[in-house]
């Protein structure tokens, strides 16, 4: 049973940075995609950022290029979320995700696994 941790979340200003963690655990681990998620309030979830863990390539949202960089820490199975010059479009609870391969499109049905999630809150 994949089981997802993340952490990092918290309310900054807007210009201001976040790192979240995502922790995972009980599979194995370099031949899924990680990804991470948002959703606010009213809204569907959507997708942020991808990295698959057994070849270490990266997608992002339009919305988030250039201001996120995901990466991973193969050895502590870790993934991070570096988020920079955040907006405040960008409140939202941030989840962490795990599908089977490569997926150069993030679409929440194809990920199976799925961390608690993590509050972020960017003020104006």
């Known amino acids: 049973q994949a089981q997802l941790v993340e952490s990092g979340g918290g309310s900054v200003q807007a210009g201001g940075s976040l790192r979240l963690s995502c922790a995972v655990s009980?599979?194995?681990?370099?031949?899924?995609?990680i990804a991470w998620f948002r959703q606010a309030p009213g809204k569907e979830r959507e997708g942020v950022a991808g990295?698959?863990?057994?070849?270490?390539?990266?997608n992002y949202a339009d919305s988030v290029k250039g201001r996120f960089t995901i990466s991973q820490d193969s050895a502590k199975k870790t993934v991070y979320l570096q988020m920079n010059s955040l907006k405040p479009e960008g409140t939202a609870v941030y989840y962490c995700?795990?599908?089977?391969?490569?997926?150069?499109?993030?679409?929440?049905?194809?990920?199976?696994?799925w961390g608690q999630g993590t509050q972020v809150t960017v003020s104006s």
């Open positions: 995700a795990a599908g089977l391969g490569p997926r150069a499109v993030l679409v929440p049905a194809d990920f199976g696994y």
């Open positions: 990295i698959y863990t057994g070849g270490y390539s990266t």
């Open positions: 009980g599979y194995t681990y370099s031949i899924y995609t």
